[in-house]
Antibody
């Protein structure tokens, strides 16, 4: 089955760190651009970061630049998002999504930043 | 950065109605636009890509049109399962930008 499954969310204090994972299956992971998108409670969708198939290029939203790091492990069909210096405004459901036009999405993982 | 203006922000409709949602880009984006449906507590589902292409498995009552800066999602005959929030996304470059969303309610 073609799917993406996120994990790693949870409750973290402001200034803390968290690492999200996205496990891919059912397709040739190493040929696709991969993305992270988030959705704050009751709000719309916000693009967070993207990485090319070979990790040669990475892109970040201005709101997370310098605090978040996207990476991937093609041998293990996995995508990651290292989130440091977390703020209350980073509280959201984080989705991973496949390819340039975000054609396949995972179910999301909730990150709550609160003291 | 490109801005996407989506309208309306919400609409009320009935089963069988024809529904139209519009997205306007602040710059030329060719046809690099997708549409998504999201139901509460669920991940978005892509309905349209490249402005007018329908992925396999998406009902034919959904259609997309437009290019350049003006784009439209049309639901030809609204079904009960179509009550949801709809988003456009332009992906012509980085950062990709989502529209603000349109909530379709009864």
């Amino acid at each position: 089955e073609v799917q993406l499954v996120e994990s790693g969310g949870g409750l973290v204090k402001p200034g803390g760190s968290l690492r999200l994972s996205c496990a891919a299956s059912g397709f040739t992971f190493n040929t696709y651009i991969m993305n992270w998108v988030r959705q704050a409670p009751g709000k719309g969708l916000e693009w967070v970061s993207s990485i090319t198939s070979t990790s040669s290029l990475t892109y970040y939203a201005a709101s997370v630049q310098g605090r978040f790091t996207i990476s991937r492990d093609n041998a293990n069909n996995s995508l990651y998002l290292q989130m440091d210096s977390l703020r209350a405004e980073d509280t959201a459901v984080y989705f991973c999504a496949r390819d340039r036009n975000f054609g396949l999405w995972g179910q999301g993982t909730l990150v709550t930043v609160s003291s | 950065d490109i801005q996407m203006t989506q309208s309306p922000s919400s609409l009320s409709a009935s089963v069988g109605d024809r529904v139209t949602i519009t997205c306007r880009a602040s710059q030329f984006i060719r046809n690099d636009l997708s549409w998504y449906q999201q139901k509460p507590g669920k991940a978005p589902k892509r309905l349209i890509y490249s402005a007018s292409s329908l992925p396999s498995g998406v009902p034919s009552r959904f259609s997309g049109s437009g290019s350049g800066t003006e784009f439209t999602l049309t639901i030809s005959s609204l079904q009960p399962e179509d009550f949801a929030t709809y988003y456009c996304l332009e992906y012509s470059g980085y950062p990709p930008t989502f529209g603000q969303g349109t909530k379709v309610e009864i």
